[in-house]
């Protein structure tokens, strides 16, 4: 070092000398003032005097541990789209699945389908009814698909939209890295952790048909950092249909630093609420409209420990508990035989009809439609590095999902699935233009038996900001509960006895329990690059589905003696019939305009095909061909900001409980104020879905949507 | 008023007499005490690392005449006996809040102390710079600046936060920014609340973070929420230290307890031969550097590797030297 860096330095200590003489002349001027005016800053201008060694030298826990790095895009084996935080405020999104219209490739519907009809279908690709069962998802790492019909209820997650970072979405084909159900997409949620979230904060949405309120404590005590949220949540649903929801949930969430090495995380839940459910349309017998309770409850305990810098361990455990308690009763039964027999041409059936409607054993029919399922999962990881090309990632898992479904299972007993998986994932990076991923999964499971789903993808970098990416990626789907042991059936009992029929059976599935796993090979061609402030992202894409399970006639039902099967032709069962090629192009764009004006702009374009002969029905429409998100967000410099959304898809005819919808056309404004005042500072904000009040339908023409407003108040203090 | 000159003269006399007698004890003393004393309140792996490199690092000048005695405050308490070494090193604040109270006349250099916490002991010890020095822990900041340049060439804004101590360095790190070729975009945090917000608005509009120590900012219990934001931000940080370069800083300069103790045998010698006057407080001279290689690749940057990185960073400052 030379004399005038010697100079610098001593000039710079002697400034903080004469600051600190200053200092002290103030604090004595000072200090009967701080007593009475109770100067808060005060104390912590005395308490950052006191610099250590040991804040230069001392020990830090590691954050960015080995296992918390992601990939970096360019390196990443699948395409990935990444909702932040700031992205789900502009959006102006009140319930977590409305997020993934910003995600190419994916198809929302609002309220889809007659069973669990307050529930959002969100699917990838197509090939799905309201009850999507192809995506793996992830709230931190917890699994939360229903273990009953594979998809999820998203309005029962206990999770408040403001607690959440980000959610990040893999794009095809993932059980290497996410496991089980990875198979069409992965979604995951991340929450903040406790230690970035404001001490306090109250956030209310008063709106069309919406009322929220939702209380955020976060705090530390020593090591222990923790959070816990409040919510309760009001939803009135669409027009002219059953679907109303009133949830109330707490979400807690603590994290301890047992040492810099050792860290231990928790996490809580508890989730209660009515939901409407049955739709006269569908149903004005036996599944007539109704209010069902649910009540749900979750609780994790995760391990992560520090082997060296270049390797750490982690275990999870969580056990999931979800109930829904919901019973029907008919309408008078003799009435509707009776009708039935009236309709009846034939003078011999309309006989036979009065006659049962004469002698039926019940007057009314009632269903206990319980469903109780509960999951506990174990999981155990390792993530390293071994020198600067290579990272891997390998573990094991064990789960247990138990069903209780009376209705569903045929039966009052309590099923248990078991699943164990093994996996693995190595990243090497060869060369710093070349980056090849490869990962597998083992999967064993109650249902199907053992499969393996193998995945390998080659990235190069020809530039720093430019990156190719060519992968192959399989997965395969276990059947779900709903595809392997549905046993849905009426009976109903007749004051009879032989030869005529004991009871009246309506047995509409009745699955035999030999289904295959579905399977999909996914290839990509895809493109990363950034260009100033534009960020570009496109894949070519082509699936190939085989086995697709799907429900279709089952020829070899036997009815039990006695016993009148009142639909002799439509008893259903799951089976693998048929393939398709699903084919397109994605793409994602995020250009930042100015340092204050941001656009996000996707485009999918997808076909589907049937490759084999089977795939009745709608399968070729079930994704709309081509979906269009633009979402422009701006920051005045008063503390205002605004967003613009719009979102487009072509017609579409969504299977299951789906109908031909035609293009529909969305735009969304979003207007916010921040201000700060003292301790308090918040935000207050309007957003208008639906601002040109199109009134058009979603998944089915039994959803119209139309114009709906809501205010927002969030403070934090 | 007469009888109290006379008692002045007296003590004037006695006082001589004192010092007749005592000077013909002079040589026999300073041989007795003569050395360098090093102080630490506490035995820790780092101060035995700098107290065998010192001791080194004397053999290796054949400099045999210069002693050291090792004083550990948990052990004892009393200073005393270090009061007539040639000079006494103080291995952190604690150990050199308590040498400061020696007699001035013994010249003491701090090591392993923050440059706010060697200025906050200078005014209350009332000590001058020639016989209270330090080797700080803050590496200069033009230093810091070239690590970021070599490592991240594209940076054009540097985002710091600065905190009730660190503010004061305001004025500097904009001029050495410029120097640098960065233009150093300031936040101030004087509330704990603040600190994410404020952290989130200094990375939107840099292309990293420098950070500059500060108690209100960065601790053991921050870096957990300001490492976090930084990565999901996918802005990098730069520490100060190697622990925040393992928690998830991107890299940092930083000198080791040998480097250290190389600087502090070099001050020893030097200021043996100019009779115990001890130089400015200083930098440290000898540096190393420290980079995540995950964190830089989770961030999709390639990096040379951290000897090619040190070596430019290196020559760079040397030339700044000449």
Redesign the interface.
Known sequence: ??N???F???V??L???C???YA?EVNTTEASTTATEGN??WP??L???????D????????????S????????SPSAVTVI?HETILASGAVDIPELFRLVPGMYVGTNAGFVYNTNHAVSFHGMNSAYVGNMQVLINGRSVYSPLFGGVNWSELPVALMDI??IEITRGPNAASYGANAFSATINILTL?P??T??NSVLVTHGNGRNEAFYRHAG?AGSL?YRATLGYRQDDGLDDRNDFKRTRFVSAQA?Y?VNTNNMLEFEFGLTGGDRGEGNILEDNVVFVPRTKQINNYFGLARWKHQLS??SDFQLQAYHSYDRSDDETTSVELKPVFKGIANAQTSRRLRAQFLFIANNLAIDRLRIDNEVINERTDIEAQHTF?AG?SI?AVWGASVRQDTLYAPHYLGNKKTDKFDLQRLFGHVEW?PH?MWTLNTGAMLEHNDFTGTDISPRASLNFKPY?NHALRLSISSALRTPNYIEEKFDQKLVIPTTLSAPFPRALLLQTTADDGKVDPERIISRELGYMGKISGLQLDARLFSDRISDVIRFDERTDFTVPANVLLLNPNSVDSALNKGSAAVEGLELQTRWEIT?NTNLLLNHSHIRIRETQDGLKRNFTKSMPVNTLTAMLTHNFSNGWDASLAYYQTSETTQLGDGDPVDLTRRTDLRMAHQFHSG?W?GEVSAVVENLFNEHYQEFADYNSLKRRGRINLRLDF | MISNKGKIEWFKKSLAFLALVLGFFVPLLAQAYTGITIVMSAQTLTNKEFIDTFKAELVNTKNSSLKVKIINLQETEKLEVAENSELVIALGVKALAASANLKFSTPVLGVFIPMPAFNSLLVKSKRDLGNFSAIVLDQPFSRQFLLIKNILPASKKIGVLLGPTSSQYADLLKEEGEDAGLSVMEENVYLEADLIPKLNAALATSDALMAVPDTLIYSRETAQPILLTSYRQQKPIFGYSQSYVRAGALAAVYSSSKQIAKQAAEIALISQQSSNLLPPPQAPKYFSIMVNYQVARSFNLVLKSDEEIYQKVLAADTLEAK
Do not use: W
């Not at chain 1, 308490?47 to 060694?53: G, I, K, M, T």
């Not at chain 1, 804040?55 to 080995?66: M, S």
């Open positions: 070092m030379s005038s860096r010697f610098s330095l001593l710079l200590i400034a903080g000398y600051q600190t003489l002290e808060s800053a912590q201008f308490a950052s005097e006191n610099l250590s060694e804040d230069y030298i001392g020990e830090v826990p590691k954050v960015l541990t080995i918390r790095l992601s990939q970096s895009l360019a390196d932040d970072e980000r952790t230690s970035e404001p001490a530390k950092a994290d630093q810098d270049t590095s600067n990272r990076r710093r720093m340092s301790v500072s």
